[in-house]
């Protein structure tokens, strides 16, 4: 799921080209020998790129050509640069198409660098787009094949993201360091990185810094959108209604607009709550808040997307330059719903208008759950009480409703089983509708969670009817109220009933003692 395109280095005045300390002209070349500097590249290196290093400009360290840092002595804040033999001419060419100016060579103020490309470069100091067109321009292939002469061997290769690339025992001065991808088929082979330069040895002391940019190293950061990434828990199963965590990640690139956009379309089976509560974004690990980011929907203003491979929900980054070079996280849940049963459900995100694009799909043989329990009754139906019809009504706060077309009736067979299958996951409320032919009606009522194939909830009705032990669910009947359970709320609701009787037999004797007094008063 990885991919690349082209990459830029964090701070073009790593490459000491753009650096304000470099001095403005040219001098013969004192190079440093062979072996005694290195350049490494951390970041966003990607796994089975290979990244390759050209040999273009040198440092002049003879006296006057330099100068060191008064407060740091450890430091230059100057230093002469030159193109090397070899790279003059495309040097040039790269020149003209980046400042768009094919007559540069005449300008007084190019003459004034020796005529020098790296050293108009590095004094004139091009501005990022520019210098990105110039570095691009000499990455070219038509470029790069003759200058075998000028390539560290051997080139480095990475098998894992995010690895350290080191060039070492390398001659100091400047080098064009390119990638090229070889594991995704289809990507840009030969991409530019940046020009770098190496520390600077001078009286036999390294200068590994030039003003406040430290030399020889550099941080890799993608300059054009890469494959963003998508993924989520692999599971045994997928029942109907389960919410299922996704993370989408993916990097900023170095040149962005005004925003930076993950797009993403569920397919047909999956629905996603969008709202920022369902949604959250961060970047290295760190929140963004609800200002950080942007939430639009298509259809608009929806709070909850239906996949139909169509629909989908974009999460827009502000100010993305902020983040350059920085991994954003986007985690949220989806939905498996009644649509998902026996398809290949995919969730797909995207840098729109980029085409890169990762597509995270499974297999949805779906599961369902099926609540099933006995009615039971008293003397020849105590252990099965056939024909009682009872409904279930779904909650409102379940995930996934029932289908609109699911039958909410179900009667107990002559083994008392009584049936609701194809449940998603959720919350139901059972109901005997009408009682068995000689029982009381009870209106009895109980709740059944269910998550995943199993039972996680279960509220019973205050009469002590409907039971849950060891795994199954009972659910009695009477025929007289003193037949009904004695212990917890049945217990309590059955005296409250006597109580009333009582009462109610008591208050008779009363009338009636009144009324047998007042006749004898006659």
């Known amino acids: 799921m990885k991919g690349m395109f082209k990459r830029a280095l964090a701070g073009v005045a790593a490459a000491a080209l753009a650096a304000t300390g470099l001095m403005l002209g040219t001098g013969a070349a004192n190079a440093a020998p062979t072996g005694s500097a290195a350049i490494t590249l951390t970041g966003a290196t990607a796994a089975g790129t290979t990244y390759t290093a050209y040999k273009i400009g040198s440092y002049n360290t003879s006296e006057g050509a330099y100068t060191v840092n008064v407060d740091d002595p450890t430091k230059l804040d100057s230093i002469v640069v030159s193109t090397d033999d070899g790279w003059d001419e495309d040097a040039l060419a790269a020149l003209k198409t980046a400042t768009r100016n094919q007559n540069i060579e005449n300008d007084q103020e190019f003459k004034g660098y020796g005529s020098d490309p790296l050293a108009y470069v590095a004094g004139k100091q091009l501005n990022a787009t520019q210098m990105e067109a110039f570095v691009a321009e000499l990455s070219k292939g038509t470029v790069l094949a003759d200058k075998t002469d000028s390539m560290v061997s051997p080139v480095e290769q ?111 089976g999956l629905t996603v709550e969008t709202t920022k509560e369902n949604i959250t974004v961060s970047v290295e690990g760190v929140n963004f808040t609800a200002d950080d980011w942007t939430l639009t929907t298509d259809p608009a203003d929806q709070t909850e997307i239906v996949g139909n491979n169509s629909n989908s929900f974009t999460v827009s980054i502000n100010d993305p330059s902020h983040y350059a070079g920085k991994k954003v996280t986007i985690k949220y849940n989806g939905v498996v719903n009644n649509d998902a049963n026996g398809k290949v459900v995919s969730n797909k995100v995207e840098f729109p208008g980029t085409g890169q694009f990762d597509n995270d799909e499974f297999e949805t043989e779906t599961e369902t759950n099926t609540i099933e329990f006995t009615k039971k009754g008293v003397d020849e139906d105590i252990d099965a009480l056939k024909g009682v019809t009872f409904t279930i009504t779904a909650s409102e706060d379940n995930l996934v409703p029932l289908p ?6 179900a009667t107990s067979d002559k083994d008392g089983k009584v049936t609701f299958a194809n449940l998603p996951n959720g919350t139901y409320t059972i109901t005997e509708k009408t009682p068995a032919d ?32 060891d795994g199954a669910i009972t659910v009695k009947n009477v025929k007289l109220i003193t037949q009904l359970p ?24 009363y009338m009636k003692s009144r009324n047998v007094k007042h006749a004898l008063r006659g």
């Not at 009895?444 to 039971?467: M, P, Q, Y």
């Open 404 to 409: 609109e077309d699911y039958n909410s009736e």
């Open 158 to 268: 990475i098998t894992q993201d995010g690895a350290p690339v080191v060039f070492d025992n390398i001659a100091e001065g400047l080098y064009l360091v390119v990638s090229n991808l070889t594991n995704d088929a289809g990507q840009s082979a030969g991409e530019p990185i940046a020009i770098i330069g190496t520390t600077v040895t001078i009286n036999e002391k390294t200068y590994k810094s030039l003003g406040d940019t430290e030399l020889g190293k550099a941080v890799v950061k993608p300059s054009t959108p890469q494959k963003p990434d998508k993924s989520h828990p692999v599971m045994e199963n997928y029942y109907v209604g389960q919410s299922i965590p996704f993370t989408v990640t993916g990097t900023i690139p170095q040149y962005v607009d005004d925003t930076f956009s993950f797009k993403d379309t569920p397919s047909t």
């Open 486 to 509: 004695l212990t917890g709320a049945a217990g309590t609701a059955l005296f409250t009933v006597l109580g009333l009787l009582i009462a109610g037999a008591g208050a008779l004797v």
């Open 438 to 469: 000689g029982y009381m009606n009870t209106n009895t009522s109980f709740t059944v969670t269910v998550e995943n194939g199993k039972i996680t909830d279960f509220k019973r009705d205050s009469l002590d009817l409907a039971t849950y032990e």
